[in-house]
């Protein structure tokens, strides 16, 4: 089986602008999640999709946003760029299967630079 | 809120020396899961625990759920080169939710 893929693995865009992050996960994975990884602050929690609806969500600003499609891909944005917004974001996918959490299976990430 | 606490940040052992990183939650999990994520890399789930007091072993790696299931622990007996890498657990809670720990940064030194 592919794993998870994520594209694009780096970006660098300026303060102000928008990004959008995209995730196929694995063939069958219904569950996709999206993390924020700093030095500092270790992995978060953005928000996680399942068959198309956002199941749980972080605690980040509306300028983070997410969908996921029929096809159980995946996309994240960011608006309005800041500085602090510069990390690398993973995105995961999971079996899943109601009323358990199941191992995530993580892409390699996108490194993205604010500038 | 949620939160899942992973002590130490850092730790630096000499190649054959023990390691163990802690993870605690101030409320019950449904379940814990540990990853591995060498430099470089991204995440890779290494095992999930479900049951009180719940122990596994992954040759040199032991996992351990608390009895009240707001505590876990890995220890790697006989540290090698190979281990190095940061360790995260992550918590499992009612719907769905999965929060990691802020993680454990092992270095071996030969």
């Known amino acids: 089986k592919a794993g998870v893929t994520q594209t694009p693995r780096y970006l660098i865009k300026t303060r102000g602008q928008q990004v959008t992050l995209s995730c196929s996960p694995i063939s069958g994975h219904r569950s996709v999640s999206w993390y924020q990884q700093t030095p500092g602050q270790g992995l978060q929690f953005l928000f996680e999709?399942?068959?198309?609806?956002?199941?749980n969500k972080g605690n980040f600003p509306g300028r983070f946003s997410g969908r996921q499609f029929s096809n159980s891909r995946s996309e994240m944005n960011v608006s309005t760029l800041e500085l602090g917004d510069s990390a690398l974001y993973l995105c995961a996918s999971s079996y899943d299967r109601q009323g358990s959490s199941y191992e995530q299976y993580f892409g390699p990430g996108t490194r993205l630079t604010v500038t | 809120g949620q939160q899942v606490m992973q002590i130490p940040q850092y730790q630096h052992v000499q190649e054959g020396e023990d390691f163990t990183t802690y993870c605690n939650s101030s409320t019950t999990l449904s379940n814990i899961q540990w990853y591995k994520q060498r430099p470089g890399g991204h995440p890779v789930f290494l095992i999930q625990?479900?049951?009180?007091?719940e122990v596994k072993k992954q040759k040199r790696l032991t996992f351990q759920f608390g009895e009240a299931k707001k505590n876990s622990s890995l220890h790697i007996t006989a540290t090698q080169t190979t281990d190095v890498g940061t360790y995260f657990c992550a918590g499992g809670f009612s719907g769905y939710a999965l929060n990691f720990g802020k993680g454990t940064s092992l270095l071996v030194t030969p």
């Open positions: 999709y399942f068959s198309e609806t956002q199941r």
């Open positions: 625990l479900v049951k009180s007091g």
